[in-house]
C-alpha cells in the first residue's frame, strides 16, 4: 500500500487538519525480517563447526552448544542478515542464554563482526572480569567506542543458565541480566551509523583486535543467540514469558511529535527524540501529538494529559523463539493448561527401524518460564495426542500406529490426570487398528465421543475408522466409517449442526483419493455421508471461522499416481481452503496455496486478525529442511504470507494463550527438537 492519510482532530475551540506522509513498503514475506536467529541460521546444532560440542542440556529440555578454545565458528554476516531485509537492524536487541563453565578471564566474547581486512571489531558482545562490553566501530571510523556495564561476573560462573539481553537505539545502549537487574549505559552511543555486514562474524571465537588487546575463547555453553529489531515491547517482553516482570527501568525511546500551533499558526511537523520522562503535557503544549514509532499508536495533548487517537492498533509484530524441546522424530504436538497446575505439551515420537517401532509420548512443562520433561507416557508410534476434559476431568488420548509397514496393531490409548499423584495415568485401551489421529467432542450433554482416523488394520489400507462413545466413563464402539488410509478427523460445528471430515491419504494406488465430511443425523445418533471432496494425500483437516463466515482446510502432501509424468514434483502439492456455502450446505473451494507435503494446519487469532499457519515438512530442493508458513486473513486478499519459519520437517503446529501470553509449539520429525515460540504483540496506547 502507498498513500497518504488525512487525520482531523478537535480539541476544545482548537481545530487542526494533520496530513501524515506514510509510505508503506511491502515487508520480507520469504523470512522473519525481525528476527535473526544466529544458532538456527548457521545450523550450529549439525555439529559441522570444528571444536563445537552439541549437548542435550535436560535443565532446558534441549540441545545446546558447548564451547572452548578449540571452537571454531565463522560466518560471513551477509549469509545471516540478508540483504532482502535491509542488512542489519539499525535499533536492535542482542538476546543470549549462556552458562559459564568457569570464571570470566580478560574477555569472553560471545559474538563478534569484524572488518575483513583489518580484523577491527565492528560489533562486539563480550564478558569481562567485572563488567560487560558493548563494542562499535562507526562506518570509516578506525576507533571502536566501547560501552560498559559494570556486573560482577564471578557470580555468573556458578554452573546455571543466565539470560543476557542487550538493547541498543540511537540514545543509548541498556542491559538487562536475569531479569533482575537492568542498568543504563554511562555513555550513549554518539554518531552511531548502521553495522556494516561486509566482514566476518564469530560466535565465541579467539581472534586478535586493534592495539595490545587479546580475546579469550567463550569458556562455557550457549542455548540461544539472536538479534531482534528494537521496541519497547520487545524490550520488556524480554522477561515477562512465565509470570517474570523486567526492571521498572525505562529507557529512552524515538518518538515523532507534530506541533500544531493556534488559528493564526501554521501546520508544521517536526521530529523530535525524547524520554518517558520528558513527555510533558501542558498549556504550553496543547495541540501537540506525540507519535510512538514504536508502537505504531499516537497521543494528543489536550493541554493537561495525553489523550489516544485512532491510529493505535493491536497487531502480532514478532514471532520468537522461547524454547527448544529435545525430541526424536516427533509427530504431533498438543498445548493445553490444567488450572493450579499451569501449562503443558504433550509431544508423540515416532522412532521406527526396519524391525521395531519405538518412542515414548513426552510431556513437557512451563515452570518461571522454562520448558523441562515432566512425564512420559509409553507409546507404540504415536502419532496424535489429545487433551480433553470431561466431568470435570482432564485425559490425554494418544492415537497409536506401530510400525507403518508391518502388520501389528496396537491399541491407542486414553489417559487420565490423577491430582493426587499429579501425573496421567492409563484410563483405557482402544483397539481400533493403526491410528493416525483422534479427537474428542460432544454433540449433546449425553453424547460425547472420541474419533480415531485408521490408516490401516494390518492388512489393508481399505479399512473402517472408529467413533467411541463416551459414556458414564467407559468408551464403547459407537460407529465405523470407511476410510482409504484415514490419516486425520476433525469435528466441527455450524449454526448448531455437527460435521465431522476425515482425511483420506491413500488407497493403495493413488493418492488422488475423495475425504470425505459427514454430518450428524440426530434420529439415527449416527453421522451420515455429507461431501466428497477431492484430495491429494490429504493429512489434515482445519475448521475456523472469519468474521461469521466458516472454512474448512485440508493440507494435501504428495502426488502420487500412475503413469505420473516423468519429473512432475511430488511434494510440491497446493493445499486448498474451502468456505462453507449456507445456501447448499456444501464446501466450495475459496483459496488455494501452494504447501510442501503439508502435514497439518493450524487457525489461531491474535489481536483479532485471523492466522492460518501450516507445516511443510519436505520438498525435493531443500529436503526437512523446507520453512513453514504463516498466513494472515487479509480480506479481499484473502490469506496472504507474513511469516517464515525456520523448521525440520514440521509435522504439526498448536496454539494457546496463557497468562497473558500467545504460545504457538511446533513439532519436528527431524532435527531432535521441537520449538516453542512466543507471539510479541505490538502495543496500544500504552
Not at 574477555?107 to 580484523?119: E, I, K, P, V
Not at 494529559?305 to 529435545?326: D, F, H, P, S, T
Not at 449454526?495 to 440426530?522: C, M, P, R
Not at 498466513?631 to 504470507?641: L, P
Amino acid at each position: 500500500l502507498h498513500g497518504v492519510y488525512v487525520m482531523t482532530a478537535s480539541i476544545g475551540f482548537f481545530q487542526a487538519s494533520l496530513t501524515l506522509v506514510l509510505l508503506m513498503t511491502p515487508g520480507c514475506l520469504t523470512q522473519d525480517c525481525d528476527t535473526y536467529d544466529i544458532l538456527d541460521s548457521l545450523g550450529v546444532f549439525s555439529g559441522r563447526y570444528q571444536g563445537v560440542q552439541v549437548e542435550t542440556d535436560r535443565t532446558l529440555g534441549s540441545r545446546v552448544i558447548s564451547l572452548s578454545d578449540s571452537s571454531k565458528i565463522e560466518f560471513e554476516p551477509e549469509d545471516v542478515f540478508t540483504s532482502a531485509c535491509g542488512g542489519f537492524l539499525t535499533d536492535f536487541c542482542f538476546r543470549v542464554a549462556f552458562k559459564l563453565r568457569e570464571r570470566v578471564q580478560k574477555a569472553f566474547y560471545m559474538f563478534t563482526l569484524t572488518n575483513q581486512r583489518s580484523s577491527f571489531v565492528i560489533l562486539g558482545i563480550s564478558l569481562m572480569t567485572d563488567e560487560v562490553a558493548l563494542e562499535y566501530q562507526a562506518k570509516g571510523s578506525s576507533r571502536t567506542r566501547e560501552t560498559s556495564f559494570r556486573v560482577n561476573t564471578d557470580q555468573l560462573a556458578d554452573g546455571a543458565w543466565h539470560r543476557l539481553q542487550i538493547c541498543v537505539t540511537d540514545m543509548q545502549a541498556k542491559l538487562s541480566l536475569d531479569c533482575a537487574t537492568t542498568v543504563a549505559s554511562s555513555q550513549p552511543l554518539a554518531q552511531r551509523e548502521e553495522v556494516d555486514v561486509t566482514g566476518l562474524g564469530f560466535v565465541g571465537r579467539k581472534t586478535k583486535l586493534g592495539g595490545k588487546r587479546r580475546q579469550s575463547a567463550f569458556q562455557g555453553s550457549i542455548a540461544d543467540l539472536k538479534v531482534v529489531r528494537y521496541s519497547r515491547q520487545v524490550e520488556d517482553g524480554f522477561c515477562k514469558v512465565g509470570g517474570s516482570t523486567p526492571s521498572s527501568t525505562i529507557a529512552p525511546t524515538t518518538h515523532a511529535v507534530y506541533n500544531v500551533q493556534g488559528n493564526r499558526g501554521e501546520i508544521g511537523p517536526r521530529l523530535v527524540k525524547f524520554s518517558e520522562q520528558t513527555q510533558v503535557c501542558g498549556s504550553s503544549q496543547k495541540g501537540t501529538f506525540w507519535y510512538n514509532t514504536d508502537r505504531s499508536s499516537m497521543k494528543v495533548c489536550d493541554g493537561s494529559a495525553w489523550k489516544c487517537v485512532g491510529l493505535c492498533q493491536c497487531r502480532m509484530k514478532y514471532i520468537e523463539l522461547n524454547q527448544r524441546l529435545l525430541t526424536t522424530n516427533a509427530s504431533d504436538t498438543e498445548l493445553f493448561e490444567i488450572p493450579g497446575k499451569g501449562l503443558f505439551v504433550c509431544v508423540t515420537q515416532y522412532i521406527a527401524t526396519k524391525r521395531a517401532v519405538s518412542g515414548s509420548t513426552i510431556i513437557f512443562h512451563m515452570s518461571n518460564g522454562i520448558w523441562s520433561e515432566y512425564q512420559r507416557l509409553e507409546s507404540k508410534g504415536g502419532q496424535d495426542c489429545k487433551h480433553f476434559v470431561t466431568n470435570g476431568h482432564h485425559h490425554l488420548a494418544v492415537a497409536n500406529l506401530e510400525h507403518e509397514h508391518n502388520n501389528k496393531t496396537v491399541p491407542s490409548e486414553v489417559y487420565r490426570w490423577d491430582s493426587n499423584a499429579g501425573l496421567f495415568k492409563p484410563f483405557a485401551s482402544l483397539s481400533a487398528g493403526k491410528a493416525r489421529d483422534c479427537d474428542f467432542f460432544c454433540t449433546s450433554a449425553t453424547y460425547c465421543f472420541l474419533a480415531i482416523a485408521v490408516y490401516s488394520d494390518g492388512t489393508s489400507i481399505l479399512t473402517k475408522s472408529v467413533i467411541y462413545r463416551y459414556h458414564r466413563g467407559t468408551f464403547s464402539r459407537h460407529q465405523e466409517i470407511p476410510t482409504q488410509g484415514g490419516y486425520d478427523v476433525k469435528h466441527f460445528e455450524i449454526d448448531g449442526k455437527h460435521y465431522l471430515a476425515i482425511a483420506n491419504a491413500f488407497n493403495g494406488v493413488t493418492t488422488h483419493v475423495d475425504s470425505n465430511i459427514y454430518k450428524w443425523n440426530e434420529r439415527s445418533k449416527k453421522f451420515l455421508h455429507h461431501q466428497a471432496v477431492p484430495t491429494v494425500a490429504a493429512t489434515d483437516w482445519e475448521f475456523f471461522q472469519v468474521k461469521g463466515d466458516s472454512y474448512l482446510a485440508v493440507a494435501n502432501s504428495f502426488n502420487h499416481k500412475p503413469n505420473a509424468p516423468v519429473g512432475e514434483k511430488q511434494h510440491e502439492v497446493d493445499s486448498v481452503i474451502y468456505k462453507f456455502n449456507t445456501s447448499t450446505e456444501r464446501f466450495d473451494s475459496f483459496q488455494s496455496l501452494t504447501t510442501y507435503s503439508a502435514s497439518k494446519w493450524l487457525y489461531f487469532e491474535v489481536c483479532g486478525d485471523s492466522y492460518l499457519a501450516v507445516a511443510n515438512s519436505y520438498d525435493e530442493d531443500s529436503e526437512h529442511d523446507v520453512r513453514s508458513i504463516i498466513y494472515r486473513y487479509e480480506g479481499v486478499e484473502k490469506f496472504v504470507q507474513v511469516r517464515s519459519i525456520a523448521t525440520r520437517g514440521a509435522v504439526d503446529w498448536d496454539y494457546i494463550r496463557f497468562g497473558g501470553q500467545d504460545f504457538l509449539s511446533c513439532a519436528n520429525s527431524r532435527a531432535g527438537e521441537s520449538q516453542i515460540f512466543v507471539l510479541e504483540k505490538t502495543s496500544c496506547c500504552e
